[in-house]
């Protein structure tokens, strides 16, 4: 029966679109359901970009890239996608693979021989670490199933070690002047991150953390480049995307947005709030307040060599869904090929196992797993959600989003620059907005 109901739920919630345009009464619908976030004052800016079959079918900006000085969002403006860059850091990693020059189960004190020697809290004593059942690999990194962490993802001994000895990306740390910047390159950062206990033991559990910012490394030492040139040369040039970068280019400057929260935000512990203003105070406040402004953000004094493979990028939407748009096109745009479709393909197939599912740690949502840096939908009856069988995503904690279904020939890209991520449903109803309309 219970596998009936699943039959029954993919039937009608896996839909087929035939429709190529939304109507005006359509996009009307959608655009005056997010103008609302901006205009009740809950976000402070809003772009979305959706193409069907490589073309544009929907495109709207609305609201500020800065609220106090009144400039507005358009096309050229700038947002920090942080996580969205991890997407970008697996299709760096699967051109090296194609190269032949790195396996997926290659271990990755290959590359990083600090990992050698990394171990892992023990469960029944967390004041103790042990040596790990294995080493890990590649493809661990890929799956957040490696046992590294985010300082910022719990309490625990682990997490508490990360804060300690200041093991956290560069840009989330240089948000809050109380949380020093990592003073290192890719590598070193790496070594650190080697260097504290795992979580749990590697392809137990699945763990949000830097595993991507470790990669920047493997690809610094494969490539013999820093991890922004490899990424310029053999991305960002081919697919001619002029804004994503690890910091805003001077001649872009005014293009770029104020980053902004509301309530009693917090990183590490420690609430992120103007001086002046209490927890109590915060915690009842829905203003909206800056927290990296556009003009003083370290994204445009950036000297660092840090270069956070799992968080760093800065795009415009323009640009991200050129990146989506290849994905959807098996590694093609424009003519150019950077990645097989085979590759794209690996990168979109659940690669967690039934047990680690099961455990409810990823994303502890039923129907949907993780492939090679992005999350992907299994059963979209299960999950619950407009989607279709093999769509994959991912977002930032800035609440940017995107999507991309290869069965219906869509890519989605959200912009917008708020924290945290979680507060307002935007994937979720944008595509069930998108969805119900192109099947009409």
């Given amino acids: 029966m219970k596998n009936l109901l699943s039959t ?170 109380e949380l020093n910047k990592f003073p290192g390159n890719t590598c070193q950062f790496a070594a650190a991150a080697a260097s504290a206990p795992l979580l749990h033991n590697p392809g137990e559990k699945w763990s949000y953390g830097i595993n991507m910012d470790v990669l920047g490394c493997v690809v610094e030492v494969i490539s013999k480049m820093t991890f922004a040139e490899y990424l310029q040369k053999n991305i960002f040039d081919p697919l001619n995307l002029k804004s994503i970068g690890f910091s805003v280019n001077q001649t872009d400057s005014d293009y770029f947005t104020t980053l902004y929260t509301s309530g009693a935000f917090s990183r590490d512990g420690e609430v992120v709030a103007p001086s002046g203003l209490n927890q109590a105070e915060l915690m009842f406040s829905k203003e909206l307040r800056s927290i990296d402004s556009f003009d003083k953000s370290p994204y445009l004094t950036n000297s660092s060599k840090l270069y956070d493979g799992g968080s760093g990028l800065v795009s415009n939407i323009d640009d991200f869904s050129k990146f989506a748009e290849m994905l959807l096109n098996g590694g093609i745009l424009g003519g150019i090929r950077i990645l097989s479709e085979a590759s794209v393909d690996l990168m979109s197939k659940n690669h967690l196992s039934d047990e680690i599912l099961k455990d409810g740690s990823a994303f502890g949502l039923e129907g949907v797993g993780f492939g090679l840096t992005v999350g992907t939908i299994m059963n979209p009856g299960i999950a619950g959600t407009y989607s279709s069988e093999g769509e994959f995503f991912w977002g930032g904690a800035a609440s940017t989003i995107f999507w991309v279904d290869r069965k219906n020939n869509v890519t989605a890209t959200m912009m917008t620059q708020f924290m945290p991520s979680d507060k307002y449903p935007l994937r979720e109803e944008l595509k069930t907005l998108l969805y119900s309309s192109l099947s009409n």
């Avoid at 997490?159 to 809050?176: S, V």
């Fill in 8 to 177: 029954l739920l993919f039937f009608f919630i896996s839909i087929q679109i035939n429709a190529t345009t939304l109507d005006a009464s359509d996009n009307n619908k959608i655009t005056k359901h997010f103008n609302a976030y901006v205009d009740n004052g809950s976000l402070p800016n809003i772009s979305i970009l959706i193409k069907k079959d490589n073309k544009e079918i929907y495109r709207h900006s609305h609201g500020f890239a800065d609220i106090d000085s009144g400039t507005r969002v358009n096309n050229k403006t700038i947002y920090r996608i942080y996580s969205m860059t991890k997407p970008v850091t697996g299709v760096a990693i699967m051109q090296l693979v194609e190269n032949g020059q790195l396996r997926l189960n290659d271990k990755v004190s290959k590359y990083i021989p600090a990992f050698k020697n990394t171990k892992v809290i023990n469960l029944d004593f967390q004041d103790y670490v042990v040596k790990p059942k294995r080493e890990i690999t590649i493809r661990d990194l890929l799956t957040h199933t490696s046992g590294l962490t985010y300082s910022w993802a719990g309490e625990g001994p682990v997490n508490q070690i990360y804060r300690k000895y200041n093991i956290r990306p560069y840009y989330f740390g240089a948000l809050d002047a």
